[in-house]
């Protein structure tokens, strides 16, 4: 089972994927966020033999929904029309985590991406 993670932003949107196994989590590539991203992820999707997707939910500081969260529930719903699960998971300074460990650069949103599948495998996929 291979699943896609995903860091929504508003901007760029970070992409990793799983092993063939569902065990593992690498970064894979950043997205523009336009028009074609929905496209576009099913297209990743296909090519890759995805199964399921993650999607990391955005909560503030008291675990509520912050204003991207609208946005991430509208794509959510148009990425549910691929026909493949889509999981919402709680990510909390993904992108920071990312920035930290690896620096700033072109593909620390997709680590983020990576960093909120590999939490959602090791609570969910592994048992």
């Known amino acids: 089972m291979r699943f896609l993670g995903i860091d929504y932003g508003a901007k760029r949107v970070g992409v990793a994927i799983s092993d063939e196994n569902g065990a593992f ?7 523009q966020n336009s028009e074609k991203l929905i496209e576009e992820i099913n297209e990743i999707c296909k090519e890759n033999s995805v ?7 955005s909560l503030n500081f008291c675990q509520e929904e912050n204003e991207i969260m609208k946005e991430i529930n509208v794509f959510v719903k148009n990425l549910e029309k691929s026909g493949l699960p ?42």
Do not use: C, W
């Open 25 to 31: 989590a690498f970064p894979l590539l950043v997205l």
């Open 51 to 57: 199964s399921e997707i993650v999607v990391g939910q």
């Open 86 to 127: 889509v999981h919402l998971h709680p990510e909390f300074l993904t992108s920071v985590e990312a920035e930290r460990l690896q620096g700033k650069n072109d593909m620390h949103d997709a680590s983020a991406a990576a960093l909120i599948l590999k939490n959602y495998i090791d609570t969910y996929a592994r048992k």
